[in-house]
């Protein structure tokens, strides 16, 4: 495409976000304008404004502290029971909410999809839930004995009423043997999940890494490092993609010591401050604790890509050249061992699909990681955006898309149906809350949060 044609496809996506946004009332358009731009060829940024509050009135498809703590970081791990604590609504929300596969025997010695709440009344709000909490954690271990420790997320009256979760915690862990980890992910705090992400890495650091620390100080801690261990970051196995990630690891030869925290344990948090390497594949749930890992225990992480052909052979390599000659030429093995599957459905689909298009509305790393996948198969990405990204998330992306992409932040439910509407992609991927709106449109759609095994049916 000649610079001429570059910079007309720019203006004309310039004047499609003006035209969308004249629909708002004056001071609503100037705040949106923030967060929608183009991208422009050579820029460092993708120029939105990120982890800004949502503006009330419009439909934000973001959740709150409370579901990236328990629907993301502590949720997934599978073999502690995870409270949620305050009334029953927030509760059941998290319960079986995405498929955080696990491998165990549920409500034997795993716990992930079972729903546990301290079903708060008007009785608790007044008088508070201290001595509530602390027998319900009592009853938990007398009916689960397997658990090996338990979680408590507070919704938000916790946090308005001032119940003491920590003297609980430390109260109840004494009376059950078994650690209890107080998490302040109330869902009024900060302006997204990601806030959660947060606060769920900081109890990691401050009520796990001790007990970590310790037990590896008096020789309780039970694992003998190896040179080759590594820990998977930000993965929580939806739809078994860890397991995905794990079998290409382990086949170059290093040792998945840790998953976090899809399929993960209490002891994969407890063991990670010695492993060789951290591979982080959600930057922005859990970048926090491995920049504190490398701070405290000068554990290395680097981030990967395990979506589509390219970036998983580009991954692999960078992750090999962090060892030594062995795993680099048992990388350079795996790599060319599938490559003919590879070409195979390249063979089949590239030519049905080359020239198409896609649309992005997604969570976590999907709005960047997934655009080689999609460009392996010849697809063209037309426009994408995160629900509850920070600044250096765009900044990453900008290495993914191409001039005249439309990126959006935090976009809301009339602006991207408004922008599908004229891009007219060939498919959309986004989550579950846009996915029959489109399907209503006539178009192919595919749900990227949990993933969506139900077809394309329009």
């Known amino acids: 495409m000649s610079p001429t044609d570059k910079n007309k496809v720019v203006e004309e996506r310039k004047e499609l976000i003006k035209e969308v946004l004249d629909t708002y009332p004056e001071k609503a ?7 929608l731009n183009v991208h422009e060829e050579g820029k460092s940024d993708c120029g939105v404004k990120s982890n800004i509050k949502s503006i009330p009135g419009v439909m934000t498809a973001r959740g709150c502290a409370y579901a990236g703590s328990k629907g993301v970081v502590w949720g997934p791990i599978k073999d502690m029971i995870h409270i949620s604590h305050g009334p029953v609504g927030c509760g059941y929300w998290s319960w079986s909410g995405r498929r955080n596969y696990y491998i165990g025997t549920t409500g ?31 009853e938990i271990d007398e009916l689960f004995p397997l658990n090996n420790g338990i979680s408590v997320q507070s919704e938000c009256p916790i946090g308005l009423i001032g119940d003491d979760i920590e003297a609980v915690a430390r109260k109840g862990s004494k009376e059950i043997g078994k650690p209890i980890i107080p998490v302040r992910c109330e869902g009024f ?32 801690l039970g694992y003998e490092p190896g040179p080759y261990d590594v820990a998977i970051i930000g993965d929580y196995n939806i739809g078994g993609d ?28 407890m063991v990670t401050p010695k492993v060789k390497m951290n591979l982080v594949h959600c930057y922005r749930s859990m970048n926090y604790i491995t920049r504190h890992m490398e701070e405290t225990y000068g554990i290395p992480w680097m981030e990967y890509n395990f979506f589509g052909p390219t970036k998983i052979a580009e991954s692999l390599r960078a992750i090999a050249s962090k060892f030594d000659e062995k795993i680099q030429e048992n990388a350079e093995k795996v790599i060319a061992k599938y490559q003919p599957t590879v070409d195979a459905i390249l063979a089949k689909y590239g030519t049905r699909l080359d020239g198409k298009t896609v649309a992005l509305m997604v969570g976590g790393l999907r709005p960047r990681h997934v655009v080689p996948a999609f460009t392996d198969l010849g697809i063209k990405l037309v426009s994408t955006g995160y629900e509850f990204a920070h600044n250096d998330d765009y900044k990453r992306t900008t290495h993914y898309i191409e001039n005249g992409t439309i990126v959006y932040d935090d976009v809301t439910a009339y602006e991207f149906e408004e922008f599908v509407k004229a891009l007219k992609p060939d498919i959309v991927g986004a989550g579950i809350k846009e996915k029959y709106v489109f399907q209503k449109m006539g178009l192919p759609f595919r749900q990227m949060h949990s993933w969506d095994y139900s077809e394309l049916g329009y």
């Open 29 to 35: 358009r100037k705040k949106r304008a923030k967060h």
């Open 108 to 138: 034997i010695d795993t716990f992930g999809t079972m729903h546990f709440t301290s079903d708060f009344q008007e009785r608790d709000i007044v008088f508070g839930g201290d001595k509530k909490l602390l027998k319900m954690i009592k």
């Open 189 to 220: 705090r900060g302006v997204s999940q990601s806030l959660g992400h947060h606060i769920a890495n900081d109890t990691i650091r401050d009520w796990v890494f001790p007990k970590a620390d310790k037990a590896a100080k008096d020789g309780t």
């Open 242 to 269: 860890a397991w995905s990630s794990r079998i290409l690891l382990e086949e170059i030869g290093l040792r998945v010591v840790a998953q976090w925290s899809g399929d993960g344990t209490f002891n994969e948090l």
